[in-house]
């Protein structure tokens, strides 16, 4: 239940850092570069320190397709992965939830901002599977303490020169569509960049296997 817990509590902070911020930035510029910025820096930030501290309890996955390559991997089992997932994306819309109340709009506000278009859906795939390969090579060469950084940085990278603003992780993708601001996304939009994450995790685990393969 602390592994549970741990995923539910770090996907929620993330989402709630993500929109909130990005519902701040809104508020303080109307220059679109500067409130992405904005929105970067805060989830890089926020980032770090959840993977930092909820790690060690649950593996700080608050990622679907992070939790399915352990699956792959035979990591983890059936069970935790259906587990997990639900626990992830429950926080993520939760997270959407908070974000809203902090900032006195409706609770529950589906996002009308659409992102759609093969540039975008290309974007996706380059982010997770970028995200995907960082952790396996740096479980590959035992390099754990360097994860936090790490993904946060590949993270904040692909928040500028990704045409999606690299979303990577269903959960947050879901949580998202929750709130009708500037880090939201239209539900029916949803279902197109998680396929394109999941895809993009397929081929980050597949470019692991050829950087680790004893051939």
Known sequence: MKKLFGEFLGTLSLVAIVVGSGIMAAQLTQDVGVALLINTMSTVFGLVVLIQIIGPISGAHFNPVVTMVELIQQKVGFALFIQYVVAQVLGAICGAVLANAMFDKPLIEMSTKLRSGGNLYLGEIVATAGLILIINLLVHQEKLVLIPAMV????GSAYFFTSSTSFAN?????????????????????PRFIAAQ???????L???KVFTSDK
Do not use: H, N, Y
């Open 152 to 155: 946060a940085a590949w993270i």
């Open 198 to 204: 999941i895809l993009g995790a397929l081929i980050g």
């Open 206 to 208: 597949g470019l692991t």
């Open 170 to 190: 269903p959960a947050v993708t879901i949580g998202r569509s929750f709130s009708d601001s500037f880090a939201g996304i239209s539900p029916e939009c949803v």
